[in-house]
């Protein structure tokens, strides 16, 4: 529990835990609410108040007041002797409501398999969460091959060095994209990773003239991937399908190939979908 600090006579104490300033215009509680929400989703299975209250800045008391609050209405749950806190089953259901909106996955997976069959690669659909600017998979059809690219369904994609990530990017404007990599900067994973802005804004014109994002071990060494944009009916990238697998068998040679694969999917699904480009 947090310890009142010692305050003159007739003033409130305030909390020795001091969270971060609130944007204007939200909730303060809904708010934290959902940021501890975010955050046992990102332990990718359960997690100790006291780790979500340091990493929330709140003090323990709140935390669980809004836990418990959560766990109350199914968004939350807690297992285990010790009483970690898990994702609960509504927060699924809630979520899963975004695919049914549109029942994407029914129309796209499919497309997936057809996708995996023909280019004997691993297949994903991954969405835009404009939250954040991050790539989202939501669908993955595996390849049969011993060596093969696995990432968790939920997992996020780095937009500069994945390729469902770049093609998003190629849809920025410059001001739009400025701002994202001043907000969110280069991470760096690989020495082949794109690290200044000038040469991933030429990569993103080269996306833009051939039709398709190309990951060339940027992500992760060993591992390439081929990706092109979904659109909706506003004519604005919301999902993007990708072919990822290992640089001994998406060769120089069949970069372009598969790259051929996804744009004509992406485009059959863009249609499908009622969207435009």
Same mark, same amino acid.
């Given at each position: ?26 909730? =303060?509680?809904?708010?934290? #609410?959902?940021?501890?929400?975010? @955050?046992? +989703?990102?332990?990718? /299975? !359960?997690?100790? $108040? ?27 749950? =807690?297992?285990?002797?010790? #009483?970690?806190?898990?994702?609960? @089953?509504? +927060?699924?259901?809630? /979520? !899963?409501?975004? $695919? ?107 996306v833009r003239k051939t039709g398709y994002a190309f990951d060339d071990e940027e ?59």
């Amino acid at each position: 529990m947090a310890t009142p600090v010692p305050t003159k006579r007739g003033k409130k104490p305030r909390s020795a835990a001091t969270p971060a300033a609130q944007p204007t215009g939200q909730v =303060q509680s809904l708010t934290r #609410g959902l940021k501890l929400l975010e @955050a046992i +989703a990102e332990s990718h /299975g !359960s997690v100790a $108040l006291t780790e979500l209250a340091q990493q929330s800045g709140l003090p323990n008391s709140t935390t669980h007041r809004l836990l418990t609050t959560m766990q109350q209405l199914g968004f939350v749950r =807690q297992v285990g002797d010790l #009483g970690y806190w898990t994702i609960g @089953a509504h +927060a699924f259901v809630v /979520g !899963s409501s975004f $695919l049914q909106s549109r029942n994407l996955l029914a129309m796209v997976h499919p497309m997936l398999r057809s996708l995996m069959e023909s280019s004997g690669e691993t297949v994903n659909l991954a969405v835009l969460d404009l939250s954040d600017h991050q790539a989202v998979i939501i669908d993955q059809v595996q390849c049969t091959q011993l060596m093969r690219m696995s990432a968790p369904i939920g997992g996020k994609l780095p937009m500069h060095a994945s390729g469902a990530g770049k093609a998003f990017l190629a849809n920025l404007s410059e001001q739009q994209l400025t701002e994202l990599l001043h907000r969110k900067g280069l991470h760096h994973y690989t020495p082949h990773t794109l690290m200044s802005p000038h040469s991933l804004k030429e990569n993103l014109a080269l996306v833009r003239k051939t039709g398709y994002a190309f990951d060339d071990e940027e992500h992760a060494l060993g591992l390439r991937c081929v990706a092109a944009c979904i659109y909706d009916e506003h004519g604005e990238p919301f999902a993007a399908i990708s072919i990822s697998g290992p640089i001994s068998r998406i060769t120089d040679d069949r970069v372009t190939e598969i790259g051929a694969m996804v744009i004509k999917a992406a485009k059959e699904i863009t249609r499908e979908y009622g969207g435009h480009h």
